[in-house]
Each structure stands twice: as structure tokens, then as C-alpha cells.
């Protein structure tokens, strides 16, 4: 076998890291804890605030895929300001958006105009593209073997925002009778500010031009097939989390659940999303990032079944929890694969090209979950998740093939 040094082309970026990485990777978990509380907000109360303002009951999940539309059509043009001006500029155009969004949605709820309802879920998902920059970010300020572990922990910090976001409902959306969650929106915009104010202190470099002008063209990394694999299961990954948890609140609405269960319910997800972060990383390090998406494949697959097993609130909390799991190694895996596509002076163009094409792609399953739960019912859409599943999986397949016919190995 070959012991060749691979061109610096097709591995990790070769960029001494920042004497100042650990301190931003801190505050990048904490901003990231404070920011999630955003997405969780939308996600909880999304389906419902629309089914009680949207003039056709059908249109009722459309806010939570507008928000996914704001993440796919924010995150380019949120790349081109950390290329031009820093990521520290994005950063902070992320958090104003999300105060917008808080802002917004209680003027929206207080006049019961839905379509303005909307324009705060694309802001918020504004703020949810920039927001997932930060796992890239994080592994900018870090040595190439520690990467992995870098994003890692800034992911971990969504373990508390998957408290603080279910909790922030639970406990506000009474608070101003009879405008049900417009209190809960005040306090998401007030968290966002927060958040700004924690990222106020984060010093990442900005590129210079010559080094950005000495990046490839787009076409040819999209080309790689690691690039390629990469993609199809970050896509695969978040577009059944999104698929699957933009249904569940209002599916357990319609089984006749409670709002309290099904906070708890998106509580117990983003946990599950966020909380292997804390080792996801070293099992990267030690397992490689194609085997760490594979099991996250296998959860999620594991989600749906238990989903199909039954519609009590244990069966909807142990698919919401799997599949939170299942997400987890699915998308830090693949996002670990996207770190070894680019060099240094691409990373920003490689990463929100990355994040548009799993963000645009999603959108797809966002629109269609709403209509197939109102239309066929929750089976259906549990039904429908193992055909994504079937691809991603024949990717894996395929590269891993390509990885023992050149002699690379496993990882």
C-alpha cells in the first residue's frame, strides 16, 4: 500500500490555529446554547401559531418551511460577509435577524396577521444559516487534529438550548391573555440580543485577497466525490429532522396530545440533537466520519420505525429522541467530511455553498411534510423518510467502494 502524502488540495487546511481558538470556541458553544433557543421557538409553536392565523388550515406548516427558505436563501450571502468582512459581521447580522424575528412574530400574533408571522420565520431562519456557521467557524481557530472536536463542542451547546427553547414556550405563552406565544416571541428576540452580545468578543481573522483569490473554482471542489458524499448526507441528515419534527407537534395535536407533551417532546429532541456533541467528535477522530454517518443513518431509520409502532406520547418522545440522535451523527459527521474538501482560502465559499445546497434541498421536504400530514396522515410521513435514507446510504456505499479500490482505507 501506498504511504504517499496526499496534496494539500484534498486534505485538511494546513492554517496554523488562533492562540485566541479556545476562547472562541467557548463563546461560538455559548452563542450557540443562547441562538438555538430561536429554531426551537419556531419549531414549537410554528405549525400551531400558523393553523390558528393561516386563512386555509393546509397552509399551516408553510411558516416552519419559510423559516427553512430563510435558511437556504440567507446562507450564500451570509458566506459573502464573513468572506468580505469576517465572520464575526455575520455573526452579528445573524443575531439582529433574530431579534427581527422575536419582534416580529409578536406584532404578527397580536394582529393575527399570518403573513407577517412568515416574514419573522424567514428572518428567524436567517439567523438559524448564520447560527450553524458557527460549528465551521469553531474549527477555524483549532489545529487540523482537533477540528472534529471543535465543531463538536460548539454543537454541544445546543444541549441547553433545547432546554431553554421548550422552556421559554412553557413558561410565556399565557403571559399576555389573549395573545397566546406573543410573550414567548418577546423573550426569543431578547435571548438573540444576548446571544450578539456574547459574539461581540469573538476575533476570527478575516482572509485577505490574495488569499481568496488563490481559491479554486467552486465547480471543480463540488466535483470531489468526498464533496459529493458529503453533501447528499448532510442533505439526507437534516432534511428527515426537518421532514419528521416539522410534522410531530401538530401530529400529536391531532392524536389529541397536549401542548405541554409536545413541548416536552421537542425538549427531549433538540437534547438528543445537540447532547452527543460532547463525544461526537472523538468518535470521529477514532472511527471516521463515513462510519459516524452511517450510525447516525441507522437511528434515524430507527425513528421512523418506532414512529409507525404507535401514536401515545412515549412512541412520538422515543422517535423525537432517536431522531434527534440519528441528526446528531448524521450532519456533524458529514460536516467533518466538509472540512476535508477545501483549503484554507475556500473555506467560507466551500462551507456556505455546503450549507445552501442542504438548506435549499430541505426546503423541498419542509413544504411537502405539512401537506402529507394534513392530507395522508403521520404514518405517511414516516413512511416516505426511508427513501431519502436509501440514497445517503448507497452514497456511503458507493464511496466506501472507491475508498478500498484506491487502497485509503476506512476512514
Not at 439526507?236 to 392524536?255: K, R
Not at 473555506?347 to 455546503?354: D, G
Amino acid at each position: 500500500m501506498s504511504h504517499a502524502v496526499p496534496a494539500p488540495a484534498a486534505g485538511p487546511s494546513p492554517a496554523l490555529p488562533d492562540p485566541r481558538g479556545p476562547g472562541n470556541v467557548l463563546r461560538l458553544a455559548i452563542a450557540q446554547a443562547l441562538a438555538g433557543a430561536n429554531s426551537v421557538v419556531v419549531y414549537a409553536t410554528g405549525a400551531i401559531v400558523g393553523n390558528a392565523l393561516a386563512p386555509d388550515k393546509a397552509l399551516a406548516t408553510l411558516p416552519i418551511s419559510i423559516f427553512v427558505v430563510g435558511m437556504a436563501a440567507c446562507t450564500l450571502p451570509a458566506g459573502a460577509i464573513a468572506q468580505r468582512h469576517g465572520r464575526r459581521a455575520a455573526f452579528l447580522a445573524g443575531t439582529g435577524c433574530g431579534v427581527l424575528t422575536g419582534l416580529l412574530g409578536t406584532l404578527a400574533v397580536v394582529l393575527g396577521a399570518f403573513w407577517l408571522y412568515c416574514a419573522a420565520t424567514f428572518l428567524g431562519g436567517a439567523y438559524a444559516a448564520v447560527v450553524l456557521s458557527f460549528r465551521f467557524a469553531a474549527a477555524d481557530c483549532v489545529a487540523p487534529d482537533r477540528r472534529a472536536r471543535a465543531l463538536s463542542a460548539v454543537m454541544a451547546g445546543g444541549v441547553f438550548a433545547g432546554i431553554i427553547g421548550p422552556q421559554l414556550v412553557t413558561f410565556t405563552m399565557t403571559l399576555w391573555p389573549p395573545y397566546i406565544f406573543a410573550a414567548t416571541f418577546i423573550a426569543q428576540a431578547a435571548v438573540a440580543a444576548l446571544s450578539a452580545l456574547i459574539l461581540l468578543g469573538v476575533r476570527i481573522p478575516t482572509p485577505t485577497a490574495a488569499e481568496t483569490a488563490r481559491g479554486r473554482p467552486l465547480g471543480v471542489i463540488a466535483r470531489q466525490p468526498r464533496f459529493i458524499t458529503a453533501v447528499i448526507c448532510g442533505v439526507v441528515s437534516y432534511l428527515l429532522m426537518n421532514f419528521l419534527m416539522t410534522a410531530a407537534p401538530l401530529a400529536m395535536q391531532m392524536c389529541g396530545l397536549s401542548q405541554e407533551a409536545a413541548n416536552l417532546g421537542v425538549q427531549w429532541h433538540v437534547i438528543a440533537m445537540y447532547g452527543p456533541s460532547f463525544f461526537t467528535g472523538r468518535l470521529i477522530t477514532r472511527f471516521g466520519a463515513p462510519r459516524v454517518v452511517t450510525a447516525g443513518l441507522a437511528l434515524i431509520g430507527a425513528s421512523a420505525v418506532v414512529g409507525l409502532a404507535g401514536v401515545d406520547v412515549p412512541h412520538f418522545w422515543l422517535s423525537l429522541i432517536l431522531l434527534g440522535l440519528g441528526w446528531n451523527f448524521g450532519f456533524v459527521g458529514a460536516s467533518s467530511l466538509v472540512l476535508d474538501c477545501h483549503r484554507p482560502e475556500e473555506k467560507a465559499r466551500v462551507q456556505s455553498l455546503n450549507d445552501f445546497i442542504v438548506f435549499g434541498t430541505i426546503t423541498f421536504g419542509s413544504f411537502l411534510s405539512g401537506s402529507l400530514l394534513t392530507s395522508h396522515g403521520w404514518s405517511t410521513v414516516l413512511w416516505l423518510s426511508f427513501v431519502p435514507l436509501a440514497v445517503a446510504i448507497a452514497a456511503l456505499a458507493a464511496a466506501a467502494a472507491s475508498r478500498h479500490a484506491r487502497g485509503t482505507g476506512p476512514a
